[in-house]
T-cell receptor, first 115, second 109 residues
Framework: SQTIHQWPATLVQPVGSPLSLECTVE??????LYWYRQAAGRGLQLLFY??????ISSEVPQNLSASRPQDRQFILSSKKLLLSDSGFYLC??????????????FGAGSRLTVL | GQNIDQPTEMTATEGAIVQINCTYQ??????LFWYQQHAGEAPTFLSY??LDGLEEKGRFSSFLSRSKGYSYLLLKELQMKDSASYLC??????????WGAGTKLIIKP
């Protein structure tokens, strides 16, 4: 069966510090991978998605970046965090290819507080 | 623009039935999803509708009317563990998911 791991679960970072959130998927090959951010009272905001190694699409211009160094590994990074980067970050995967029935499976989430 | 509307919060009583509505305006339509999200946790998949009509899955059912841009999630025999946020999401013509802000459902004994 497929599993998705995301870490760290919680972190508190000062403004201007770097960020690295990591996500790995097991039990599947060539998954579609996603990074979302969820702010309180708002819908999920897609930040990045990837259909393969080294292939990253950015949905929202900002000071965040994503990388996919291996097939089942997805990393969200920032060189200098802003207060507005605080939020709940979710990694997700779906089966390879584009299909209406592709269900997203989410990681447990990472709650980031920037002070 | 693309828009998903659902009520911010609803309250219901344990054992009762509740209907959570979702209306959408999107560029194309390739299906509608409902997810459940408990506080502080990740969303989990509940249902997928692409054709008009009702899909039943145990205590939960989801309905879709494409002509009206409307869906609802029906929860029967409510249990305390059903207290959660329910997210509506539509897959548009580019197969991009557009998410609603979610409906927080509070269950009272």
């Amino acid at each position: 069966s497929q599993t998705i791991h995301q870490w760290p679960a919680t972190l508190v970072q000062p403004v201007g510090s770097p960020l690295s959130l990591e996500c790995t998927v097991e039990g599947t090959s060539n998954p579609n991978l996603y990074w979302y951010r969820q702010a309180a009272g708002r819908g999920l905001q897609l930040l990045f998605y990837s259909v393969g190694i080294g292939q990253i699409s950015s949905e929202v211009p900002q000071n965040l970046s994503a990388s996919r160094p291996q097939d089942r590994q997805f990393i969200l990074s920032s060189k200098k965090l802003l207060l507005s980067d605080s939020g709940f970050y979710l990694c997700a995967w779906s089966p390879t290819g584009v299909s209406g029935a592709n269900v997203l499976t989410f990681g447990a989430g990472s709650r980031l507080t920037v002070l | 623009g693309q828009n998903i509307d659902q009520p911010t919060e609803m309250t219901a009583t344990e054992g009762a039935i509740v209907q959570i509505n979702c209306t959408y305006q999107t560029s194309g339509f390739n299906g509608l999803f409902w997810y459940q999200q408990h506080a502080g946790e990740a969303p989990t998949f509940l249902s997928y509708n692409v054709l008009d009509g009702l899909e039943e899955k145990g205590r939960f059912s989801s309905f879709l009317s494409r002509s009206k841009g409307y869906s609802y999630l029906l929860l029967k025999e409510l249990q305390m563990k059903d207290s959660a946020s329910y997210l509506c999401a539509v897959l548009d013509s580019n197969y991009q998911l557009i998410w609603g802000a979610g409906t927080k459902l509070i269950i009272k004994p």
